[in-house]
C-alpha cells in the first residue's frame, strides 16, 4: 500500500461525477430538474476552473418507467425496455442545462473488461475531452446481459474514472457520505470525514436497502472507491442534494466523505487487471500465495474451473479459495484438462515438459488479501 496524501479539488485535473437515479428521476415520473440545477451548475463552475469532467448518469430506467402500464419489475426485458426508453430523457435534461455540446456514450462491463475496447473507449474519451464536449455516460442496459454488465453506476463511474485517467471520482448520494452505520436506521450514526484504506470494517459498516429508484447501496459506492484510489483517484461520497454541497467541494472543502488516494497507484495495466478483467475460469493451486514473477506449471494446477481460451483472464485461487491473483492463461482450458489428466495412452509429463508456463508474468495482478 502506497504512502497515503490527501489532495483537495484544487490539484484536480480531470473529474467524473455519478449521479444517482433518486436526483434524476425521483419519483420515476420522467427526469426532474428539481436536483440537477445545482450539479449543471457545479460542472460549468469546474469546467471554468479548467477541470475537465465526465458525466456518469443514472436514470434511464426510473426516465422510462412511466410509460409502462403496471410493469412486471421483476421481468428484465421490461427493466431493459424502461432504460431504452428512458435514456433519451436523461439525456436531453442534462443537455438542456448547458452551452456546451455533450456526448452519449452507453457501454457495458464487457467492453470495459476487453482491453482493445478499453483502450477504443479511452481514445473516445480522450477526444471528446480534447473538443470540451461533456461524455455523459451510462450502462447500456438495453443490450446487456447478466454476465455481461457492471450492474451499478457507482463501480461504472470508478472504471470510467480509471479508463480516462482522472484524478478525482465525486459519487453523488442521498446521504451526506459514509457514516459509521445506516444513518437512516440509526438516530447516533456518525459521519467519517475522511478514509484512507477500505477495509472489511469499513464495508461492515454498510447495510440496508438501495434508495427507492436506485440500484447501487453503501456498499457499491465503497467498491468504486476502492477501484478508484487504488488508481490514484481522489474519491468524494457526497450529498447530491444538498445544494451547500457543489460550492464546498469547488472551494476545496471536503463536505462529505473523502477516500484518499494511494500516493503510489497501481499501473494501468495491473489496475486494468484487478478491477475491470472479467475471469473467464480458475486455477486452483496448492501455494497459499502468489509472486508476480510466479509462472506456474502443470503440476502446480490442483483443478481448473470454467472455460477459456489461450489469452483469457483467469482467476488463481488457493485450496481455502482465497484469491491469489489474476492473469492471462497461455494455454486454453480444453489443453490444461488434457496434459493434466493422465490420459491413457498419452505420455501427459512429457508434454507437460514441453509446455511452457502456465501463466504470463508479464500479465499478472497478484491480488491482496483483503
Ligand atoms: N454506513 C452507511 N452510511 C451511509 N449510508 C448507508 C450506510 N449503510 C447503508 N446506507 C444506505 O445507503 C443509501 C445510499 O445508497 P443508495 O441507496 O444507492 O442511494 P443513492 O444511489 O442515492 O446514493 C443511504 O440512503 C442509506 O440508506
Ligand atoms: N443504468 C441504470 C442505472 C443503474 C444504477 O446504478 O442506478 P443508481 O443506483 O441510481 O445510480 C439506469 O440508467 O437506470
Same mark, same amino acid.
Given at each position: 500500500?502506497?504512502?497515503?496524501?490527501t489532495?483537495?479539488?484544487?490539484?484536480t485535473?480531470?473529474?467524473?461525477? $455519478?449521479?444517482?437515479?433518486?436526483?434524476?428521476?425521483?419519483r =420515476?415520473?420522467?427526469?426532474?430538474?428539481?436536483?440537477?440545477?445545482?450539479?449543471?451548475?457545479?460542472?460549468?463552475?469546474?469546467?471554468? &476552473?479548467?477541470?475537465?469532467?465526465?458525466?456518469?448518469?443514472?436514470?434511464?430506467?426510473?426516465?422510462?418507467?412511466?410509460?409502462?402500464?403496471?410493469?412486471?419489475?421483476?421481468?428484465?426485458?421490461?427493466k431493459?425496455?424502461?432504460?431504452?426508453?428512458?435514456?433519451?430523457?436523461?439525456?436531453?435534461? #442534462?443537455?438542456?442545462?448547458?452551452?456546451?455540446?455533450?456526448?452519449?456514450?452507453?457501454?457495458?462491463?464487457?467492453?470495459?473488461?476487453?482491453?482493445?475496447? *478499453?483502450?477504443?473507449?479511452?481514445?473516445?474519451? !480522450?477526444?471528446?475531452?480534447?473538443?470540451?464536449?461533456?461524455?455523459?455516460?451510462?450502462?447500456?442496459?438495453?443490450?446487456?446481459?447478466?454476465?455481461?454488465?457492471?450492474?451499478? @453506476?457507482?463501480?461504472l463511474?470508478?472504471?470510467?474514472?480509471?479508463?480516462?485517467?482522472?484524478?478525482?471520482?465525486?459519487?453523488?448520494?442521498?446521504?451526506?457520505?459514509?457514516?459509521?452505520?445506516?444513518?437512516?436506521?440509526?438516530?447516533?450514526?456518525?459521519?467519517? /470525514?475522511?478514509?484512507?484504506?477500505?477495509t472489511?470494517?469499513?464495508?461492515?459498516?454498510?447495510?440496508?436497502?438501495?434508495?427507492?429508484?436506485?440500484?447501487?447501496?453503501?456498499?457499491? /459506492?465503497?467498491e468504486a472507491? =476502492?477501484?478508484?484510489?487504488?488508481?490514484?483517484i481522489?474519491?468524494?461520497?457526497?450529498?447530491?442534494?444538498?445544494?451547500?454541497t457543489?460550492?464546498?467541494?469547488l472551494?476545496?472543502?471536503?463536505?462529505?466523505?473523502?477516500?484518499?488516494? !494511494?500516493?503510489?497507484?497501481?499501473?494501468?495495466?495491473?489496475? #486494468?487487471?484487478?478491477?475491470?478483467?472479467?475471469? *473467464?475460469?480458475?486455477?486452483?493451486? %496448492?501455494?497459499?500465495?502468489?509472486?508476480?514473477?510466479? %509462472?506456474?506449471?502443470? $503440476?502446480?494446477?490442483?483443478?481448473? &474451473?470454467?472455460? !477459456?481460451?489461450?489469452?483469457?483472464?483467469?482467476?488463481? /485461487?488457493?485450496?481455502?479459495?482465497?484469491?491469489?491473483?489474476?492473469?492471462?492463461?497461455?494455454?486454453?482450458?480444453?489443453?490444461?484438462?488434457?496434459?493434466?489428466?493422465?490420459?491413457?495412452?498419452?505420455?501427459?509429463s512429457?508434454?507437460?515438459?514441453?509446455?511452457?508456463?502456465?501463466?504470463?508474468? @508479464?500479465?499478472?495482478?497478484?491480488? %491482496?488479501k483483503?
Open positions: 500500500m502506497g504512502k497515503i496524501k489532495v483537495s479539488l484544487h490539484n485535473k480531470r473529474l467524473v461525477i $455519478k449521479v444517482g437515479s433518486a436526483l434524476i428521476a425521483p =420515476e415520473d420522467g427526469c426532474k430538474t428539481r436536483y440537477l440545477l445545482d450539479i449543471a451548475q457545479f460542472i460549468v463552475h469546474a469546467r471554468s &476552473q479548467g477541470i475537465d469532467v465526465l458525466l456518469v448518469s443514472s436514470g434511464s430506467v426510473a426516465a422510462g418507467a412511466h410509460h409502462f402500464k403496471n410493469p412486471d419489475r421483476n421481468n428484465i426485458a421490461i431493459k425496455a424502461m432504460a431504452a426508453a428512458g435514456q433519451m430523457d436523461m439525456m436531453s435534461t #442534462w443537455d438542456r442545462f448547458f452551452d456546451f455540446p455533450s456526448a452519449q456514450l452507453l457501454m457495458t462491463h464487457a467492453d470495459l473488461r476487453d482491453k482493445e475496447r *478499453y483502450n477504443s473507449i479511452r481514445l473516445t474519451l !480522450f477526444s471528446l475531452l480534447d473538443e470540451g464536449i461533456l461524455p455523459i455516460i451510462n450502462e447500456n442496459d438495453a443490450v446487456t446481459t447478466d454476465d455481461l454488465r457492471v450492474g451499478d @453506476n457507482d463501480n463511474s470508478a472504471m470510467v474514472a480509471a479508463a480516462a485517467d482522472a484524478d478525482t471520482l465525486v459519487i453523488c448520494s442521498d446521504v451526506d457520505g459514509l457514516f459509521d452505520k445506516n444513518p437512516n436506521t440509526h438516530n447516533d450514526a456518525k459521519l467519517i /470525514k475522511e478514509v484512507n484504506s477500505i472489511p470494517e469499513i464495508y461492515a459498516m454498510t447495510s440496508g436497502p438501495v434508495s427507492g429508484v436506485g440500484t447501487g447501496g453503501m456498499k457499491t /459506492k465503497l472507491a =476502492e477501484k478508484a484510489t487504488s488508481h490514484g481522489m474519491t468524494y461520497i457526497i450529498n447530491g442534494f444538498d445544494e451547500t457543489f460550492s464546498a467541494l472551494q476545496g472543502d471536503n463536505p462529505g466523505t473523502l477516500f484518499t488516494p !494511494f500516493d503510489k497507484p497501481m499501473e494501468e495495466s495491473q489496475h #486494468w487487471m484487478t478491477h475491470t478483467a472479467a475471469e *473467464y475460469g480458475e486455477l486452483v493451486v %496448492e501455494s497459499e500465495r502468489i509472486d508476480k514473477t510466479d %509462472e506456474l506449471n502443470c $503440476k502446480e494446477i490442483l483443478s481448473i &474451473q470454467g472455460e !477459456f481460451s489461450a489469452g483469457e483472464t483467469v482467476l488463481i /485461487k488457493n485450496t481455502k479459495g482465497q484469491r491469489l491473483a489474476k492473469a492471462s492463461s497461455n494455454y486454453s482450458s480444453c489443453l490444461l484438462h488434457f496434459v493434466t489428466q493422465n490420459t491413457e495412452g498419452v505420455n501427459t512429457q508434454m507437460q515438459r514441453s509446455m511452457g508456463p502456465i501463466i504470463s508474468n @508479464n500479465d499478472i495482478a497478484v491480488l %491482496e483483503k
